[in-house]
């Protein structure tokens, strides 16, 4: 098992925000009226925290080489919806680093899940990522 794992790679805040919500809504083609009358967020919102997120610092802080790095999976379990007005602070952590043979040599693959907890400290979501990093050529 590699040191790495338990480790917290970033914190990042993020409010569900009105204007927000509308723009994922447009930007996916989100039909349910739900969206605008009650305010509930579309799936995949907390997607925008990696604009807040120093993704290149995380990498190298990880001992990955940027350019040979490929998204295998994200995923997301819920606990609840998101709605309007939530504060979500996400902590992420490395859950699983392996290697595992490929056609073209040794692939480390870095799980990384995020927490989103809301005020009162209850994860909402649950988002896993692995981090493929491709053999040096």
Same mark, same amino acid.
């Given at each position: ?8 790679v970033?914190?990042v805040?993020?409010? /569900?925000e !009105?204007?927000?919500v509308?723009?994922?809504v447009?930007a996916?083609h ?5 969206? #605008?009358k009650?305010?509930?967020? =579309?799936a995949?919102? *907390?997607?925008v ?6 993704q !290149?610092? /995380? *990498?190298?802080g990880l001992?990955?080489?940027l350019?040979? #790095?490929?998204v295998?999976?994200?995923? $997301?379990?819920y606990a609840r919806?998101?709605v309007?007005?939530?504060?979500l602070?996400?902590?992420r952590? /490395?859950v699983?680093d392996d =290697?595992?043979?490929?056609?073209g040599? =040794?692939l480390?693959?870095v799980t990384?899940?995020?927490? $989103?907890?809301d005020? !009162?400290?209850?994860v ?5 990522? /692995?981090?493929?990093?491709?053999p040096?050529?």
């Amino acid at each position: 098992m590699s040191e790495l794992v338990g480790t917290t790679v970033d914190v990042v805040e993020l409010d /569900v925000e !009105r204007g927000k919500v509308l723009e994922m809504v447009r930007a996916t083609h989100a039909l349910d009226p739900a969206h #605008i009358k009650r305010g509930l967020a =579309t799936a995949t919102h *907390v997607v925008v925290a990696g604009h807040h997120r120093d993704q !290149r610092g /995380v *990498v190298e802080g990880l001992g990955l080489e940027l350019a040979r #790095i490929v998204v295998g999976s994200v995923g $997301w379990t819920y606990a609840r919806p998101l709605v309007v007005g939530d504060h979500l602070v996400g902590t992420r952590r /490395v859950v699983a680093d392996d =290697t595992r043979e490929g056609s073209g040599g =040794t692939l480390r693959l870095v799980t990384l899940e995020t927490a $989103w907890t809301d005020l !009162r400290g209850q994860v909402v979501v649950t988002q896993r990522e /692995v981090l493929v990093e491709r053999p040096a050529r």
